[in-house]
């Protein structure tokens, strides 16, 4: 019978910056930035791409700040059992607002690392770089995952950290080809709006026939009267309500999308 090889095994390790989420003891951190030993690198945010190119622009932000070349970084989005909560994906705020704790994971991790390989390597900080993960000095050099081995990190997402100066920026503001393109181009890549679960329903806004219509206190309410007849035979009809000016249909995930409202 054959025995493996320990010294064969790929070390199991790998470093996380993480926040206190506050809620149950079965999630009790929500992670911004995972680097594993064999060199994968993960980035979490809570937002999702609605066709903006935002998983583009934050892996070029991880990869700055990490000093990885951007084809390493896989940025996770929206995916509510892994990613932080970070509301709603509104208002240009992913890359003016969620992108920081995703910049500052990123610049933490790489503190972290390189201050570790100064360690190892017995070399001040000054002089030492960082190449794509990997860390050089004196003709000598270690990977990111070297540094991790087998350790179990998890770095508490400091609220200051040092980031880079925008005069040393080699990856962020240069243009890289987005990596949601061909998804699109081939009619692959899903949306939010492409989701479907069990017992779904769909709803249709059905809006009155002319512009420029308003409703309120000031203005009274114009809407008369709706026709329900006009939609009772509607297949997979579900319910109606008329909100002020609008009559909502609901509808069941059958309907065919050709089929016009009225």
């Known amino acids: ?64 700040e990490l000093d990885v070349s951007f084809a390493r970084v896989v940025v996770v989005l929206g995916d509510t ?46 002089e030492l770089s960082i190449e794509d993960g990997l860390v050089r000095g004196h003709n000598r050099s270690i990977s990111y995952g070297e540094l991790i081995g087998d350790d179990i990190i998890r770095l ?10 925008t005069d040393s920026y080699r990856i962020v503001g240069q243009s890289v080809p987005r990596v949601d393109l061909h998804a699109k181009a081939a009619g692959e890549l899903v949306f939010v709006h492409d989701v479907r679960v069990p017992g779904m329903l769909h709803g249709r806004v059905v809006r009155p026939p002319y512009a420029g219509v308003d409703a309120g206190d000031f203005v009274g309410n114009s809407l008369i009267d709706v026709d329900e007849s006009s939609v009772r035979d509607i297949s997979g009809l579900v319910a109606h309500r008329i909100l002020d000016e609008i009559a909502e249909l609901r509808r069941s995930a059958q309907v065919g999308s050709s089929q016009k409202s009225r």
């Not at 095994?9 to 809620?23: D, E, H």
């Not at 508490?156 to 100066?165: F, G, P, T």
Request: aromatic fraction near 4%; proline fraction near 6%.
């Open 1 to 64: 019978m054959g025995v493996a090889d320990p010294s064969n095994r790929s070390p199991s390790g790998r470093l996380a910056v993480t926040r206190p989420t506050g809620a149950s003891a079965d999630n009790p951190f929500e992670t911004f930035i995972e680097i594993t030993a064999e060199g994968a690198v993960t980035a979490f945010n809570g937002h999702v791409d609605l066709g903006t190119g935002i998983r583009t622009a934050l892996g070029q932000i991880v990869a700055e």
């Open 81 to 126: 059992a892994r990613v932080p909560n970070q509301g709603a994906t509104i208002a240009s705020e992913t890359i003016q607002v969620t992108a920081d704790p995703l910049r500052r994971a990123a610049a933490q991790a790489r503190h972290f690392l390189i201050a570790r390989a100064g360690e190892r390597l017995e070399l001040p900080l000054e």
């Open 156 to 165: 508490e997402l400091a609220e200051q950290i040092q980031v880079k100066s």
